[in-house]
């Protein structure tokens, strides 16, 4: 096809400049390439929780649920427990509009065999403040504080340092995990020994 626009060395050269400069035109006007060299690669690490609720028989089966976007990961349930432990990495792929104003939601659910999974807490933390870590993230259900998940995050390739993350607004020993139950349980009966009447 090309042979037959061309008629010697100098009109072969003149196709070929303008076919280029067509294809740097598509370049610069298409979405799909642009935000393609834009993109980035977020892995989430999902550590372990403290204080979730039992929802079940002394316990629960939870599992995490990370979603940006449309895309959402999960990691394994863990059977009968109330601080679990997952040690497993999520991994997304960001365009250059999520990196600037999306979202990470958690939700930690309680698995049914038979039935729909139960929500227990969540948590909502802009992407653009995700860097490092491990550090603990708050959990809510509702309006009420209900436990604690441990999250460290890294990107690929590599962002600069980031003005603000999560841990600038945190309190000063948010990097100090959460009690467990045990020791929450052996405050409350210490305090009751101390403030009961004589």
Known sequence: LLSKQCFGTIGCAE????????????????PSVAAADHSRNLSVTVHQARGLPALGDFASDPYCELCVGPTKQRTRAVQAETEPEWGQTLTFQLGEHTLAEGLLRVRILNEHFLRKHELMCSATLPVNTLQGGPWWCALTAGSSKLGALQLSFAWDPPLPLLQTSISSTADADADRPP???????????AAKRTFSPS
């Open 179 to 189: 009690p467990t139950t045990a020791q929450r349980t052996a405050a409350r009966a």
């Open 15 to 30: 196709v070929m400049m303008e076919r280029n400069a067509g294809d740097d035109a598509y370049r610069r006007s298409s």
